[in-house]
């Protein structure tokens, strides 16, 4: 275990592997350099001086594009992707598949279900003000209806997963119906919805997705011991005293929740829950409490730099973050799968 | 010390019962083998002793108290458990499975006291791992990985330890090692341990007490020479065979004959 | 023939009677005889029948048996119950490349379209094959539908994101993202119809050999079978007739999983009986999906990709929770 030092303090202990939070440390410098570069760019051009004017008076011009614009945006854009990666990391260790995603439960498609059918059927009337809402109630819907039809005196991650699937199918279905029945317009900005974007976030979403976030950081607390243990068998996991069916529902919905909370404000940025925890798990091998932090610094640098590529890359045009996501995920999940098959 | 026992026992898989109003104690500080042909519930039966599968009729008793009713970590403190294939999580040490017997004496606030480190050194001491601590568990051979899981459970350090098939698929030096851990775990530590096993042979040469399970309910019990005897396997396994001592270690031995012979 | 299949034959008879009756207004089966035996030219009705329902008719009973046939020879081929060309990813890399050429050029040929479909599925089977469903894949059934999974979102996500740079596409994605039978004229469809055609007679010669292969490779390959050649036939065939069926009528779901599963039910695990069987069921289902997408909300269609997951979906589950087991 290379570095781990072990801490004991009456009767409190814990073992804690300096070497893997050093590598967190600097992960979380990367964020934050992303963080800084996604304030400086974009489409006005400021220099370095009248940047930090800007930064130092949040009243002016430029101030109010960078604490008004640029970084609740790029902050949204952070959270989203913490929680999808969070989300992934806690399936994947659920149902012991590294291919696991917040797609996988469904989660995704019952957002997308019920944020299209908000969209066209009731935003005319009351605004869009309660998408998220909407998105988040389809996604925990979603995952509850799989956990129902998977349970049969308890679930198992295979049965689980199919039932995902099915579910997904059915419900992109329904979405797809809903989508050819309406407008084009409404559908167009239902598939910007859908490639997932932090367009236009503001400090209110910002403020309602930390809480949100936070919350759940803390109900992950005492379950993270449970959930590094997830990929036992059951029969093991119950020999050394584990609820595994409680705790695996526990961790689902709680997996569930995040994604959930992170579609509703950033769309459905599919990639990240996949991606990132692999990437987690390539820079620290061994699972731990490290690991869960790693993989939330990387999801949030991952939509954040994606945010910031959309802005930057083709001027004029200010690209959903989800197509970068996905850019990005691609060839390393191909990759991923080369290597698995054989 | 624990005393495990099932009490008038019916359960299956769907809606078939594969074990039948069974009822069993089993002896404090004592080898005990659960013998049987294959589908006769032997493996059900310890899974249900095990608190792995929910009773249809019936319960399992620990200490004199329904296995169900208690809290699932405190069994776990006097109970452990190795699965027939178990397998380990991708890239993990020895030691840190080995540490995973811990859990059930861990809490969130104390998850690696100065107890736990003590369990899992002894541990590895005694299954004779303290040497590959550092390896990862899929680089070990067959025998040194059943060592490793055996070693999990005697980290947990309970009283009973529930084994399903230890020595499957590994060749017969392999097995004896593990057989012959278990028994050392018996002699010194006065662990109960209860165990299915293929070889009955071997089950003679190790088993203090023997339970033959035939369809889903105890066929015979007690001492392997009491237990072994040329009509009882003839009974168990629908097999013809003759029973002599062994010459070296004096208990039963099953010599089998085909279906024209004897 | 078994009375079993003869029943099938007289189902699948019906189903395609009913289909040239039913729509906006419902056809009596005598006026179907009419129009099909001595149609006159000024008979409405008449024309009716024997242009746009019959096309349907005919895109959905090629559809349906390619499908059918192609989702059980990918099950034999990976020995997993629920590969399927909907679930493997096969239809959304279709979708991918239409939408691709869609925004590549907006007046694209209707044949160049089909093309395309065809070509994206294709490419999308050889990429699923190539990655994610080597024969035997050794980790179990998860591992495979998870890649199938992950694979359909990532192609998704690409069709997506191209249709929020340019919205040429929009409505070759609708229309393959909900699936149709009855958007094409015949001319347009009939060389995709010989190639299901073609291909479902080719498969023939192989049923006995893929028996042995269901038994696993090593069997076969004991039994004398060049087992190398045979994984090839079996996907180039998936890949012509799952490319055909969706460069045809789009994101059909399901229907490739659930019909060799009935199949299988029906006629045992022979081969040589249950695959001709999903033939003819596969091309059954998809009339009957098709017949009740017409007339379910009228006068407007329930898109028919729509309704066979909404008919699928469901019947799925429960086969996962019967059998789906308890072998997590």
Not at chain 2, 122 to 139: I, K, P, Y
């Amino acid at each position: 275990m290379g570095e781990a030092r072990v801490l004991r303090l009456g009767r409190l202990s814990r073992v804690v592997v300096w070497r893997a939070w050093r590598r967190v440390a600097v992960a979380l410098l990367v964020a934050l350099l992303i963080l800084l570069a996604s304030l400086a760019l974009g489409e006005a051009a400021l220099s370095a001086p009248q940047w930090l004017a800007a930064l130092r008076s949040p009243g002016s011009g430029a101030g109010l594009i960078l604490w008004q614009l640029r970084l609740p945006r790029t902050l949204l854009g952070a959270l989203v992707g913490a929680a999808l990666a969070l989300s992934g990391w806690l399936l994947q260790q659920v149902m012991r598949n590294p291919l696991a995603s917040p797609d996988t439960l469904g989660v995704t498609a019952g957002a997308a279900t019920l944020a299209v059918g908000y969209l066209v059927f009731l935003a005319a009337d009351v605004g869009s003000a309660w998408m998220p809402l909407a998105a988040a109630l389809g996604a925990l819907l979603a995952v509850l209806l799989v956990m129902l039809a998977a349970w049969r005196g308890g679930t198992t991650p295979l049965r689980l997963v199919l039932m995902g699937i099915g579910l997904s199918t059915l419900l992109s279905a329904v979405t797809t119906f809903v989508l050819v029945s309406s407008p084009l317009t409404t559908t167009l900005s239902a598939y910007v919805w859908l490639t997932g974007s932090v367009y236009g976030g503001n400090w209110s979403d910002v403020g309602w997705l930390a809480a949100c976030f936070g919350v759940a950081l803390v109900a992950l607390m005492p379950l993270v011991r449970l959930a590094l243990l997830a990929p036992l068998d059951d029969g093991l996991a119950v020999g050394i005293g584990v609820r595994v069916q409680w705790t695996r529902t526990l961790l689902i919905l709680l997996a569930a929740g995040l994604a959930g909370i992170a579609v509703a404000w950033g769309g459905a940025m599919a990639f990240v829950g996949l991606v990132a925890p692999h990437v987690a798990r390539r820079l620290l091998r061994q699972p731990g409490a490290a690991q869960i932090a790693m993989a939330i610094v990387v999801g949030a640098s991952m939509t954040m730099a994606a945010d910031l590529a959309g802005r930057l890359l083709f001027p004029p045009l200010d690209l959903p973050a989800g197509l970068f996501v996905a850019a990005i995920g691609a060839p390393f999940f191909l990759g991923l799968m080369m290597k698995q098959a054989r | 010390m624990a005393t495990l026992s099932a009490n008038r026992l019916t359960l299956g898989y769907q809606r078939q019962a594969i074990l039948r109003e069974l009822s069993l104690e089993l002896p404090e500080g004592r080898i005990s083998v659960l013998v049987g042909s294959n589908g006769c519930g032997k493996s059900t039966l310890l899974k249900a002793l095990a608190r792995l599968l929910t009773p249809w009729q019936g319960q399992v008793a620990l200490e004199g108290e329904d296995i169900r009713q208690r809290p699932t970590k405190a069994v776990a403190r006097t109970l452990s458990l190795l699965p027939q294939h178990p397998v380990a999580p991708e890239g993990i040490s020895v030691r840190q499975l080995v540490g995973l017997g811990r859990h059930p004496h861990q809490s969130w606030l104390a998850q690696w006291s100065e107890g736990d480190e003590r369990a899992v050194e002894q541990a590895l001491l005694r299954t004779g791992l303290d040497d590959l601590s550092e390896q990862r568990v899929e680089t070990l051979s067959g025998g040194q990985r059943q060592r490793a899981w055996i070693a999990m459970a005697v980290a947990q350090d309970t009283p009973l330890m529930l084994l399903d098939e230890p020595t499957s698929f590994l060749d017969l030096t392999h097995q004896m090692e593990v057989l012959e851990l278990l028994v050392s775990l018996n002699r010194d530590a006065g662990k109960t341990i209860v165990m299915v096993l293929h070889d009955l042979n071997l089950a003679c040469r190790y088993a203090d007490h023997i339970v033959a399970i035939r369809e889903g309910r105890v066929h015979a019990q007690g001492r392997p020479q009491a237990v072994i005897t040329r009509e009882r396997v003839k009974e168990i396994f629908q097999l013809e065979c003759r029973v002599i001592e062994d010459p070296f270690f004096h208990t039963p031995l099953c010599i089998p004959f085909g279906k024209g012979a004897a | 023939m078994s009375p079993r299949t003869m029943l099938a034959v007289a189902g699948l008879a019906i189903a395609v009677v009913v289909s040239l009756m039913a729509g906006g207004h419902w056809s009596s089966p005598l006026q179907v005889w009419h129009a099909l035996w001595s149609p006159s030219p000024t008979d409405v009705d008449d024309l009716l029948i024997r242009t746009t329902r019959m096309t349907r008719t005919l895109v959905a009973l090629t559809v349906g048996a390619g499908l059918g046939v192609a989702g059980g020879i990918m099950q034999t081929l990976t020995r997993n119950p629920l590969a399927s060309p909907g679930l493997l990813g096969v239809n959304a890399g279709a979708l991918l490349v239409v939408v691709c050429l869609a925004t590549l050029g907006s007046g694209l040929p209707g044949w160049l379209a089909s093309g395309g479909a065809f070509a994206g599925a294709a490419l999308a089977a050889l990429a699923v094959w190539a990655i994610a469903m080597r024969p035997a894949a050794p980790s179990g059934p998860l591992r495979l539908i998870l890649a199938g999974a992950a694979l359909s979102a990532l192609f998704h996500a690409f069709s997506q994101a191209l249709l929020v740079i340019d919205q040429q596409g929009l409505d070759a994605m609708l229309f393959w993202l909900a699936g149709s039978v009855a958007a094409r004229p015949l001319t347009q469809v009939w060389p995709l119809m010989l190639v299901t055609l073609a291909v479902l007679l080719a498969c023939w010669p192989c049923l006995r050999q893929w028996n042995l292969l269901a038994a696993g490779e090593a069997v076969a390959l004991g039994a004398g079978i060049s087992v190398w050649r045979l994984q090839l036939i079996s996907v180039v065939c998936v890949v012509l007739l799952a490319g055909a069926a969706v460069a045809m009528a789009g994101n059909i779901v399901f229907i490739g999983l659930i019909v060799p599963h009935l199949a299988r039910r029906l006629a045992g695990p022979d081969h040589r009986h249950w695959l001709p069987l999903a033939a003819l069921l596969g091309a059954a289902l998809l009339l009957v999906a098709d017949v009740m997408s017409r007339t379910l909300i009228p006068p407007r269609e329930v898109p028919i990709g729509v309704m066979t997951a909404l008919l699928g979906a469901p019947v799925f589950m429960a086969l996962v929770r019967r059998q789906g087991g308890r072998h997590g």
